[in-house]
């Protein structure tokens, strides 16, 4: 079983940066497929973007393309999310997700596991 924790969040100014980070623990992460979900309050999670092993396909909702990057480093068993050029409508409880079957990367219903979200808040 998987453990994880997500942290980075925080309040920025629009036109600002942040980095987030999940931590896994418990067991290894490097078959398993990563992703950002985000929540804004009143809205259903969506997706932000996913990642299968280190050197294979990257996906982002069409919202934060160009503007966001998923990476991770598998000998950390780390995942992060760089936020660059942040909107007001960016803001949301991040989620860091993971599963280790391959389906439907950008529902949030395929993913087993999931981390207890960090908050980010982008002022006008």
């Known amino acids: 079983q998987v453990q994880l924790a997500e942290s980075g969040g925080g309040l920025v100014q629009a036109g600002g940066s942040l980095r987030l980070t999940c931590a896994a623990s418990?067991?290894?992460?490097?078959?398993?497929?990563m992703a950002w979900f985000r929540q804004a309050p009143g809205k259903e999670r969506e997706f932000v973007a996913a990642?299968?092993?280190?050197?294979?396909?990257?996906y982002y909702a069409d919202s934060v393309k160009g503007r966001f990057t998923i990476s991770r480093d598998d000998a950390k068993d780390t995942v992060y999310l760089q936020m660059n050029s942040l909107k007001p409508e960016d803001t949301a409880v991040y989620y860091c997700?993971?599963?280790?079957?391959?389906?439907?990367?950008?529902?949030?219903?395929?993913?087993?596991?999931w981390g207890q979200g960090t908050q980010v808040t982008v002022s006008s």
């Open positions: 997700a993971a599963d280790i079957r391959r389906g439907i990367y950008y529902s949030s219903a395929f993913y087993s596991h």
């Open positions: 418990g067991r290894t992460i490097d078959t398993y497929i």
């Open positions: 990642k299968q092993r280190s050197d294979s396909a990257t």
